[in-house]
């Protein structure tokens, strides 16, 4: 015997079961902005480093 599954009912049944859009896609919209964000962030985090290391390095010198 030969037995037919309708499309609507594999679609309803891997809904239930979770198995589609479990996927997350990376959000593409305004990435100019994030990127400049986050190699400003980057580079402000390097300034305070060598702020931060020559404070060290002027303390020892006195």
């Given at each position: 015997m030969k037995m037919m599954i309708s499309r609507s009912f594999l679609k309803g049944f891997t809904r239930a079961a979770g198995t589609i859009g479990t996927k997350e896609?990376?959000?593409?919209?305004?990435?100019?902005?994030?990127?400049y964000l986050a190699i400003r962030k980057d580079w402000e985090?390097?300034?305070n480093s060598i702020?931060?290391?020559y404070?060290?390095?002027?303390?020892?010198r006195k």
């Open positions: 896609w990376p959000d593409i919209y305004n990435s100019t902005m994030k990127d985090a390097v300034g702020t931060e290391e404070r060290k390095y002027a303390e020892t």
